[in-house]
């Protein structure tokens, strides 16, 4: 009997949005409701599938950093962009190209008008991009990780991650239907509450906080992604000595080992 043919893998931005808190570095995380298909219950960063809007060619004048870039590249930054909007109410763009990011006054008047509008989906985005005059910080988000789903998952995705500042006047607001809570945490924090049982996270977010933690704050963790190469990162299925069937990331990616507890939390 043949094996089973892979599930393709649907295209998927995610942003690790980051801070310079009290005492050090801080990443923005929500909870994914515990009643949808994917990462149910678990405290990711914000992100979602590519949706065919996010390849409308009315954005185009209307996105920073498209230089060098082709159009797969851009959708991807978009669907980043408005992903975060959707699930933390964050919002990066601006309302002249060469301006800061939206202040917190202007991004409540956006948020007011076109929350519900955006949740039902299509081009509401879109839309709303273009009817208030923003211009989309696409040049504020740098490749961080790139990583796609086993062949072996019945559900796959081929995410690209993108690290960025978080907006200095903006307040994050889960969208309380994908995102039921929303959080600023230091890696380091998120991975021990994870290792007591206290919180839920997948093998990505797991294995990116433990990246994340190895810089003190924003400003070198954004120059350890520009310096770290770009690699394609599918993981394989391995065993330990116990028995127990654990994900297992290719050498030439280069992340920090995970205690046993944390891939106990992930183990088959």
């Not at 005059?133 to 995705?157: C, I, M, N």
């Not at 299925?237 to 116990?242: I, K």
Request: hydrophobic residues 45%.
């Amino acid at each position: 009997m043949p094996p089973p043919i892979p599930a393709v893998p649907a295209v998927a931005a995610t942003v690790v949005l980051v801070r310079d808190g009290d005492q050090g570095l801080e990443v923005l995380l929500v909870v994914r409701h515990h009643e949808i298909d994917f990462a149910r219950g678990a405290a990711v960063f914000p992100g979602g599938k590519v949706a065919p809007a996010d390849r409308d060619p009315r954005l185009v004048p209307r996105i920073a950093g498209l230089a060098g870039l082709d159009a797969e590249q851009a959708a991807l930054r978009v669907a980043a962009i408005r992903e975060t909007f959707e699930e933390s109410g964050l919002l990066l763009a601006r309302e002249e190209p060469a301006r800061g990011l939206l202040g917190g006054e202007r991004l409540d008047a956006v948020h007011g008008r076109w929350k519900e509008a955006i949740a039902g989906g299509g081009l509401a985005f879109v839309d709303m991009v273009c009817e208030e005059a923003l211009y989309l910080a696409g040049d504020v988000l740098q490749p961080f990780a790139h990583w796609v789903t086993p062949e072996h998952s019945p559900k796959r995705f081929d995410t690209h991650f993108f690290i960025a500042a978080a907006p200095i006047e903006q307040l994050a607001r889960h969208d309380g239907y994908e995102a039921v809570d929303s959080f600023w945490i230091r890696p380091l924090d998120v991975l021990q509450e994870c290792e007591q049982r206290r919180r839920t996270l997948i093998f990505p977010t797991l294995s990116n906080l433990a990246l994340l933690a190895q810089s003190a704050d924003v400003a070198s963790a954004i120059d350890a992604a520009r310096r770290r190469p770009a690699l394609r990162i599918q993981p394989t299925l391995g065993q330990r000595a116990d028995g127990k069937r654990i994900p297992v990331l290719p050498l030439e990616a280069a992340y920090p080992a995970l205690s046993d507890t944390l891939m106990d939390q992930v183990a088959r």
